[in-house]
């Protein structure tokens, strides 16, 4: 197998088993069974079980954020657009926590936690330089940090409601109430200048 193949396998069978047990409960040794290679051949490509998560996240952010930016919203308006990017985002946020990770392992793992906070700074980075890509998007410096600010205001109250609410319908309820009771709020006070 070549090095490409190899992390792929590697890859492929890490998010099966996440998806299936949750980060915590998957081991190294099920991955290395799964992909049908030496446990080593694991650590020759990644440093940790935390790597090849982190490398298995940013492949799936980086395809979800294209998805994101580039469906036609040519015709809504900027307003429209900046809501519609966050919820979107917010419900990749979800996703990865809820099919990568296991919530109850990020409620209680200090290390899940940090892990977090930097894949959500990434994707922040990824999702403003994408933003400001698209036609139509003022491009100077005071609105780049508008929508930064529009980004981890929404970033931050999201995961607020993960490490608090008790089950996935308590987390839905907090999704609808900051959609139609935050958002519009916030979007408004990025686009204002």
Not at 38 to 60: C, N, Q, R
Not at 123 to 142: C, M, P, T, Y
Not at 147 to 161: D, G, H, N, Y
């Amino acid at each position: 197998m070549e090095a490409d193949k190899i992390k792929e396998s590697i890859k492929r069978a890490a998010q099966e088993l996440f998806r299936k047990f949750g980060y915590h409960k998957t081991s190294v040794n099920e991955i290395a069974k799964k992909a049908k290679i030496a446990k080593a051949t694991i650590y020759k490509y990644f440093d940790s079980k935390e790597a090849v998560l982190h490398a298995l996240l940013m492949d799936y952010i980086k395809v979800s954020v294209d998805d994101l930016i580039h469906v036609n919203t040519a015709d809504m308006g900027e307003e429209a657009q900046l809501n519609n990017l966050i919820m979107k985002t917010c419900r990749l946020s979800y996703t990865i926590c809820n099919e990568f990770i296991g919530w109850d392992f990020i409620r209680e793992s200090t290390n899940s936690q940090e892990f977090l906070k930097r894949l959500s700074n990434e994707l922040e980075d990824l999702l403003i330089h994408a933003f400001s890509q698209l036609n139509g998007i003022r491009k100077h410096e005071a609105y780049l940090q508008k929508l930064r600010f529009l980004v981890k205001c929404s970033k931050s109250i999201v995961f607020s409601f993960a490490f608090t609410s008790v089950s996935d319908s308590d987390i839905r309820k907090n999704f609808v109430s900051f959609q139609k009771e935050i958002l519009p709020y916030l979007v408004k006070a990025a686009i204002t200048i």
